[in-house]
């Protein structure tokens, strides 16, 4: 274990990203300004205290002179709009989502690749004078295949991982997300502001199932699963450029014939856990776990 006692003194009055071992084997990120060996200032001016000891991962964020550029612009290209546009906002922050890992192997490059173009932008936007807060999601749960049989827990991925190594799935999902986080510090990217994790947020999902279906945008299905319901979204296919006309059946794992979808566009909010023992949660539906997209 890695002692960053030496490394937090010669940061005070710096800023910084502490990530925190918790009690239960997870993991917290903390940012903000260190005022002392276990003190740290965030953007809300709360003052957070820390023990050294818990510290995984730091990183002291670098400071960039802003002198010549503060007033810059940049432009980036709208997909949805299909146009180039300015980033201005009026309380000089803007909110970046990126898509973060699937925690059950290494990350290749191609993953990273991801990391660094965000990275990239983050840091180009700041260096215009703006604030950027930037959410990255940590997917430890969901994650099927496109071979995944209804019911059962072959197509999924964590669960696949943990057969085949005789592991817990969430101790595997701490371990790649901590990888994950020091192959970030190896690379100098600037950690996200907020990595909420999907099996710690499920009463969220839950409930925005719950107004989908409240909404009549969302169904369930014959399988006892809950679909969104691709027909009553008036914008589909505004970034993608997909039409629902020209979708063919069978381009979803979910699909089958006699499948449970009213429509073969429709896609899964929650999987009924048919024969999965694991990684699976009470909902009104039964017990299940999420989709791919909610």
């Known amino acids: 274990m890695n002692d960053f006692r030496g490394e937090v003194a010669e940061a005070l009055g710096k800023r910084a990203t502490l990530r925190l071992r918790d009690s239960d084997g997870g993991f917290r990120d903390i940012v903000g300004v260190l005022q002392s060996e276990t003190e740290l200032l965030n953007r809300r001016g709360e003052l ?18 802003r002198r010549d550029i503060s ?20 309380d000089g922050l803007v909110t970046m989502y990126c898509c973060g890992p699937t925690v059950y192997r290494d990350a290749h490059v191609g993953n990273l690749r991801t990391f660094l173009l965000a990275d990239l932008i983050a840091r180009t936007i700041v260096l215009t004078g703006l604030e950027v807060q930037l959410i990255q999601n940590i997917t430890d749960v969901g994650h099927m295949a496109d071979d995944f049989q209804e019911g059962g827990a072959e197509g999924d991925k964590m669960l696949a991982e943990s057969k085949r190594t005789n592991t817990d799935p969430f101790e595997i999902a ?39 279906i ?55 909010l929650w999987k009924v856990a048919g024969e999965r023992t694991q990684m699976i949660w009470d909902s009104p539906w039964g017990p299940g776990f999420p989709g791919w997209h909610i």
Request: a negative charge; proline letters at 4%; hydrophobic letters at 35%.
């Open 71 to 90: 007033h810059g612009r940049l432009s980036i290209y709208d997909t949805m709009s299909r146009s180039v546009k300015e980033i201005t906002q009026i």
């Open 214 to 268: 409240a909404n009549k945008s969302a169904y369930v299905g014959s399988d006892g699963s809950v679909y969104f319901d691709a027909e009553t979204c008036a914008s589909y296919g505004a970034i993608s450029g997909n039409k629902l006309d020209s979708l063919k059946p069978g381009h979803r794992y979910e699909y089958t014939d006699e499948g449970g979808k009213k429509f073969h566009a429709d896609w899964a």
């Open 174 to 212: 701490r371990r790649y997300e901590d990888m994950f986080h020091q192959d970030l510090a190896r690379l100098n990217v600037i950690p996200a502001d907020f990595y909420p994790k999907a099996s710690e947020n499920m009463a969220e999902m839950i409930a925005a199932i719950e107004e989908l």
């Open 48 to 65: 957070i205290t820390f023990n050294p000891d818990d510290i995984a991962v730091m990183r002291v964020i670098p400071v960039f002179n």
